[in-house]
């Protein structure tokens, strides 16, 4: 069994709407020292067999938005 | 640090400057570079970087309409022009004395075609912008889809851009509060891999508060809100002015945000509402770039714009891509100085980014600095008036070939193959995700209906104002099968489909936006097909003399050797007096007469009918704008003389198919004869004849309703309990339970 993380963001040119809400939330809330925040989604994959590579398959044909996002894959 | 660069054009070669051309991502040709370096030859100076970056961008097809403007003004600008209050970012058409309507159609083809999802949505963005940038309070969204069918090698399947296109529309229009009301989707193998996007906008704007986008007084201080920009949708509109070759990187893709987008409207309109906007204009394809250019230049003065006030995303960025990023959700509102700290308050109550960045000069000269250098310094008309190209066309001959196809062994059959046809069925899965009622005022929408089993609608009718009954309604037409048989035909054809839709619901057309999508206009094919289908757009427009207030035009729809068919997706926006008489098309009462307006025909080329059953070719039937013109007229009388129960316009898949339709919302079947027209009953049933309803009649005024519609209308029937039965004289050929049609219609889509 392999265990596979792979980590979906958004690339750091693309604004990233949920990110800038949460900021500006925290700063309400009083947290004046926050001054960015990046959002993204974690995967958590188990594999009966195969590694990296397939997660990076992954990543491609599905996980991921290849114009948009950036794919890290962990394993 | 310095970067602003300077680059050396003049005095090189041709071959040199396609190169410098083409590494800067210009998409200029040798002939515009040639008349570029002339000019800086004349200055005196080579250009620098931002220079040669600005005028990529408003030389560009996709900002300067150089290929399509001779044809667009010979055309379509001068039908019905005394309706029109404003020809600006949208066009504008007074309803009544108060209050006018401000609409405009747009496609993001090109965008929606690399990353649909982002594509579409700055799609809807981008439109209720250039709505809003009127003054207007937008009301209304729509969007004409166009998919293809097989994948091809190397692009994004058409599964993964409808799933994404559909789900940018909605995340886009359900986030920024603006009801998505009316459009299509149609499949085709033509749209692999060219997607196409056409999307519209309405709003509503009392005739006082209508903003222009012209600068034509010296003072006025350039104030930015909205969106930061950053380094996303650089070189968008070059990508529009060129045929996708491969799936392109993040920086021509825009990213949409309507969360910044709907405080944005509220500030705006607050602000106009108090009368401190002098003029406003929307950012969109060609940034900053395009849009000082043309504000100043359309009310001839000049200006000074400083880079460095910009407010940024990232930082970092250099001058000439600040100065035609695309990002989006951005305003440029110009205002007179004594406004100016007023419209920064309401931005700021607004939670919107503003930012005073330049100043309009008398003069003729564009400056452009980034703290204290100069970035560009040019004279105003040569930057925004590139030479426009009559580019050669040809025009092939029209092949009529009548086909005649082999009887249908049971007409039933066909009749649910074409309601369950993929052109046909419902579009509730893409439709249903979108908020069609928020805002409270639409009183037609996309569905209509026993609750939970609701039918098709021709057009949807909005609310105007609470202060009175009008309504505003919108519809389209559009037929990209039968324009790739005959342009002419189609561009004709869309027209008639669009008036047909408004009138089917009892409004009055009163104007229309054309968005006219095509493949390259280097190719004199497309050109030809260009010319033809205006001429068919044309021939009916001005025999209504209803105009053409807005519009674009979408070039470059190709890749390899796949093109589009070149045609229109005209929408239509009506007015009615009172939307208490809107019509909607679902049988209301068990044995009132079914009337036929309009006439079948045996020109089926092009039809859903053929393309069931695999024939090709045939002659498309073209409008007759004077029988259409004469229908329209009698129809809206008969409506407003209340003698009609329901109307449905015949289009896809023919009188059968529109029958079928009209059974679907209220279970209501109809029992019909179709002896009287000595055609072929395949022909009767599945031609697609323009200029066409159906009509459920008051049993008791039906003389009335003949009196009205007089030679026009010809009896079909009756509606009947629960079936749609179909006889040539005393021979029954069909009897199809409403529930099977019902069935047909809804299910199994996918």
């Given at each position: 069994?392999?265990?596979?993380?792979?980590?979906?963001?958004?690339?750091?040119?693309?604004?990233d709407?949920?990110?800038?809400s949460?900021?500006?939330?925290?700063?309400?809330?009083?947290?004046?020292?926050?001054v960015?925040?990046?959002?993204?989604?974690v995967?958590?994959?188990?594999?009966?067999?195969?590694?990296?590579?397939?997660?990076?398959?992954?990543?491609?044909?599905?996980?991921?938005?290849?114009?948009?996002?950036?794919?890290?894959?962990?394993? | 640090?310095?970067?602003?660069?300077?680059?050396?054009?003049?005095?090189?070669?041709d071959?040199?400057?396609?190169?410098?051309?083409?590494?800067?991502?210009?998409?200029?040709?040798?002939?515009e570079?040639?008349?570029?370096?002339?000019?800086?030859?004349?200055?005196?100076?080579?250009?620098?970087?931002?220079?040669?970056?600005?005028?990529?961008?408003a030389?560009?097809?996709?900002?300067?309409?150089k290929?399509s403007?001779?044809?667009?003004?010979?055309?379509?600008?001068?039908?019905?022009?005394?309706?029109?209050?404003s020809?600006?970012?949208?066009?504008?058409?007074?309803?009544?004395d108060?209050?006018?309507?401000?609409?405009?159609?747009?496609?993001?083809?090109?965008?929606?075609a690399?990353?649909?999802?982002?594509?579409?949505?700055?799609?809807?963005?981008g439109?209720?912008?250039?709505?809003?940038?009127?003054?207007?309070?937008?009301?209304?969204?729509?969007?004409?889809?166009?998919?293809g069918?097989?994948?091809?090698?190397?692009?994004?399947s058409p599964?993964?851009?409808?799933?994404?296109?559909?789900?940018?529309?909605?995340?886009?229009?359900?986030?920024?509060?603006i009801?998505?009301?009316?459009?299509?989707?149609?499949?085709?193998?033509?749209?692999?891999?060219?997607?196409?996007?056409?999307v519209?906008?309405?709003?509503?704007?009392d005739?006082?508060?209508?903003?222009?986008?012209?600068?034509?007084?010296?003072?006025?201080?350039?104030?930015?809100?909205?969106?930061?920009?950053?380094?996303?949708?650089?070189?968008?509109?070059?990508?529009?002015?060129?045929?996708?070759?491969?799936?392109?990187?993040?920086?021509?893709?825009?990213?949409?945000?309507?969360?910044?987008?709907?405080?944005?409207?509220?500030?705006?309109?607050e602000?106009?509402?108090?009368?401190?906007?002098?003029a406003?204009?929307?950012?969109?394809?060609?940034?900053?770039?395009?849009?000082?250019?043309?504000?100043?230049?359309?009310?001839?003065?000049?200006?000074?714009v400083?880079l460095?006030?910009?407010?940024?995303?990232?930082?970092?960025?250099?001058?000439?891509?600040?100065?035609?990023?695309?990002?989006?959700?951005?305003?440029?509102?110009?205002?007179?100085?004594?406004?100016?700290?007023?419209?920064?308050?309401?931005m700021?109550?607004w939670d919107?980014?503003?930012?005073?960045?330049?100043?309009?000069?008398?003069?003729?000269?564009?400056?452009?600095?980034?703290?204290?250098e100069?970035?560009?310094?040019?004279d105003?008309?040569?930057?925004t008036?590139?030479?426009?190209y009559?580019?050669?066309?040809s025009?092939?001959?029209?092949?009529?070939?009548?086909?005649?196809?082999?009887?249908?062994?049971?007409?039933?059959?066909?009749?649910?193959?074409?309601?369950?046809?993929?052109?046909?069925?419902?579009?509730?899965?893409?439709?249903?995700?979108?908020?069609?009622?928020?805002?409270?005022?639409?009183?037609?929408?996309?569905?209509?209906?026993?609750?939970?089993?609701?039918?098709p609608?021709?057009?949807?009718?909005?609310?105007a104002?609470?202060?009175?009954?009008?309504?505003?309604?919108?519809?389209?037409?559009?037929?990209?099968?039968?324009?790739?048989?005959?342009?002419?035909a189609?561009?004709?054809?869309?027209?008639?489909?669009?008036?047909?839709?408004?009138?089917?619901?009892?409004?009055?057309?009163i104007?229309f936006?054309?968005?006219l999508?095509?493949?390259?206009?280097?190719?004199?094919?497309?050109?030809?097909e260009?010319?033809?289908?205006?001429?068919?757009?044309?021939?009916?427009?001005?025999?209504?003399?209803?105009?053409?207030?807005?519009?674009?035009?979408?070039?470059?729809?190709?890749?390899?050797?796949?093109?589009?068919?070149?045609?229109?997706?005209?929408?239509?926006?009506?007015?009615?007096?009172?939307?208490?008489?809107?019509?909607?098309?679902d049988?209301?009462?068990?044995?009132s007469?079914?009337?036929?307006?309009?006439?079948?025909?045996?020109?089926?080329?092009?039809?859903?009918?053929?393309?069931?059953?695999?024939?090709?070719?045939g002659?498309?039937?073209?409008?007759?704008?004077?029988?259409?013109?004469?229908r329209?007229?009698?129809?809206?009388?008969?409506?407003?003389?209340?003698?009609?129960?329901?109307?449905?316009?015949?289009?896809?898949?023919?009188?059968?198919?529109?029958?079928?339709?009209m059974?679907?919302?209220?279970?209501?079947?109809?029992?019909?004869?179709?002896?009287?027209?000595?055609?072929?009953?395949?022909?009767?049933?599945?031609?697609?004849?323009?200029?066409?309803?159906?009509?459920?009649?008051?049993?008791?005024?039906?003389?009335?309703?003949?009196?009205?519609?007089?030679?026009?209308a010809?009896?079909?029937?009756h509606?009947?309990?629960?079936?749609?039965?179909?006889?040539?004289?005393?021979e029954?050929?069909?009897?199809?339970?409403?529930?099977?049609?019902?069935?047909?219609?809804?299910?199994?889509?996918?």
């Open positions: 069994m392999t265990k596979l993380k792979i980590t979906v963001t958004l690339k750091a040119v693309v604004e709407a949920e990110g800038l949460v900021l500006k939330a925290l700063n309400l809330l009083g947290y004046r020292d926050v960015d925040v990046r959002t993204g989604k995967y958590y994959i188990t594999l009966k067999k195969g590694g990296k590579r397939l997660g990076n398959e992954f990543c491609e044909k599905l996980l991921a938005n290849p114009v948009i996002n950036e794919c890290v894959v962990d394993g | 640090m310095v970067r602003i660069e300077t680059i050396e054009i003049i005095g090189r070669q071959r040199e400057l396609s190169e410098i051309s083409r590494s800067f991502s210009l998409g200029l040709s040798v002939e570079m040639r008349r570029i370096s002339e000019y800086f030859q004349r200055e005196g100076r080579n250009p620098t970087d931002a220079e040669l970056q600005a005028l990529g961008q030389w560009s097809e996709h900002c300067s309409y290929s403007k001779i044809h667009l003004k010979k055309y379509l600008m001068d039908i019905g022009t005394k309706g029109i209050l020809r600006g970012d949208a066009g504008v058409i007074a309803i009544d108060k209050t006018a309507v401000a609409f405009k159609m747009e496609s993001h083809n090109h965008p929606s690399i990353e649909p999802y982002g594509g579409a949505a700055t799609g809807v963005g439109i209720l912008r250039d709505v809003l940038s009127m003054g207007a309070q937008p009301v209304a969204l729509t969007d004409v889809l166009f998919f069918i097989r994948k091809v090698k190397g692009f994004p599964k993964f851009i409808e799933g994404g296109v559909i789900s940018g529309i909605r995340d886009y229009g359900n986030r920024v509060g009801p998505t009301l009316s459009g299509g989707i149609t499949y085709a193998r033509f749209f692999s891999p060219n997607v196409l996007v056409n519209g906008c309405v709003g509503i704007v005739r006082k508060k209508l903003l222009s986008s012209s600068v034509n007084i010296p003072g006025l201080k350039l104030i930015i809100a909205g969106g930061k920009t950053g380094r996303d949708g650089i070189h968008g509109v070059n990508m529009a002015s060129e045929t996708i070759t491969r799936e392109e990187d993040i920086s021509t893709v825009q990213l949409g945000s309507p969360i910044t987008k709907e405080p944005l409207m509220h500030a705006v309109l602000a106009n509402e108090r009368g401190l906007i002098y406003l204009k929307d950012l969109g394809g060609g940034g900053l770039s395009s849009v000082v250019g043309e504000m100043l230049q359309s009310g001839g003065m000049g200006g000074s400083y460095d006030r910009v407010p940024l995303k990232v930082q970092g960025m250099a001058p000439w891509e600040i100065w035609i990023s695309e990002s989006q959700e951005r305003m440029l509102l110009a205002v007179k100085e004594e406004n100016e700290n007023e419209i920064h308050r309401i700021e109550s919107i980014t503003s930012s005073t960045i330049g100043v309009s000069e008398p003069g003729r000269r564009l400056r452009v600095f980034y703290g204290d100069m970035a560009i310094d040019m105003i008309d040569f930057l008036n590139p030479q426009p009559d580019r050669p066309s025009f092939k001959e029209k092949r009529e070939n009548t086909v005649i196809p082999k009887y249908p062994e049971n007409i039933g059959k066909v009749i649910l193959a074409l309601l369950g046809d993929r052109n046909v069925r419902t579009r509730e899965f893409a439709v249903r995700q979108y908020d069609h009622t928020v805002r409270g005022s639409t009183v037609l929408g996309p569905f209509s209906g026993i609750v939970g089993r609701e039918g609608t021709d057009a949807s009718v909005i609310r104002s609470w202060d009175s009954y009008e309504g505003i309604a919108v519809g389209h037409g559009f037929n990209p099968f039968y324009s790739y048989l005959d342009p002419l189609g561009g004709a054809d869309a027209v008639d489909e669009a008036v047909r839709n408004i009138v089917s619901v009892g409004a009055e057309p104007g936006s054309d968005c999508n095509a493949g390259s206009p280097e190719d004199p094919v497309v050109m030809g260009f010319i033809s289908m205006l001429r068919g757009m044309r021939s009916v427009a001005a025999r209504l003399d209803i105009p053409f207030a807005s519009g674009n035009v979408s070039f470059y729809n190709e890749s390899g050797k796949r093109r589009i068919p070149t045609f229109p997706t005209v929408m239509a926006v009506g007015k009615t007096k009172d939307i208490r008489n809107v019509l909607s098309p049988f209301k009462k068990i044995s007469p079914i009337y036929l307006v309009g006439l079948p025909t045996s020109d089926l080329g092009g039809s859903l009918y053929f393309r069931t059953i695999g024939v090709r070719g002659v498309v039937p073209v409008s007759n704008p004077d029988f259409l013109s004469r329209v007229r009698r129809i809206l009388d008969a409506v407003n003389s209340g003698t009609v129960l329901s109307i449905h316009d015949i289009s896809d898949g023919g009188l059968a198919t529109s029958l079928g339709e059974t679907i919302g209220s279970g209501i079947g109809a029992s019909i004869d179709i002896s009287p027209f000595g055609l072929r009953p395949d022909f009767v049933l599945f031609s697609e004849p323009t200029s066409s309803w159906v009509v459920e009649v008051k049993k008791e005024r039906e003389k009335e309703f003949l009196e009205i519609m007089r030679e026009d010809i009896l079909l029937g509606t009947s309990a629960d079936s749609l039965v179909i006889s040539v004289g005393d029954r050929i069909a009897s199809i339970e409403n529930e099977a049609i019902r069935r047909r219609w809804k299910g199994g889509f996918r």
